[in-house]
């Protein structure tokens, strides 16, 4: 159970961490923003941070092996990237729709995925 609540976690703390990196890109679309400043861009961007720490560091500490989770450093770190790609595809796919996923990155999103293999392999 401990290794579905990580996955879950990771997966929520990912989505706060893809809004916060490249949401902000999507604001000059929206007229309330369209006025702001780095600084204000940045600070706004810092608050929904915030919440991929309240969901990532949770993970981390279920998640790993020395905490009773079922993962080792090396794995959860390994999971946390594969389930960024995941999710910065699903936003790119979604929020950006002039963005597309060609078959080089389909290869190299397969890459990562054997990466997770192996890893995971004992």
């Known amino acids: 159970m401990k290794g579905t609540y990580t996955i879950l976690l990771l997966i929520l703390s990912n989505t706060f961490m893809t809004m916060a990196w490249y949401g902000h890109l999507k604001f000059k679309?929206?007229?309330?923003?369209?006025?702001?400043?780095?600084?204000?861009?940045?600070?706004?961007?810092?608050?929904?941070?915030f919440f991929e720490y309240?969901?990532?560091?949770?993970?981390?500490r279920i998640g790993f092996k020395e905490n009773g989770g079922p993962f080792s450093l090396v794995e959860l770190k390994v999971l946390q990237e594969v389930i960024t790609l995941v999710v910065f595809m699903i936003f790119t796919l979604v929020f950006f729709k002039n963005e597309t996923i060609k078959l080089n990155h389909l290869i190299g999103f397969g890459?990562?995925?054997l990466a997770v293999y192996f890893i995971f392999k004992k």
Do not use: M, T, Y
């Open 29 to 49: 679309d929206l007229k309330w923003f369209e006025n702001l400043g780095l600084i204000s861009i940045v600070l706004i961007s810092w608050g929904i941070a």
């Open 54 to 60: 309240i969901f990532q560091v949770p993970a981390n």
């Open 111 to 113: 890459f990562l995925v």
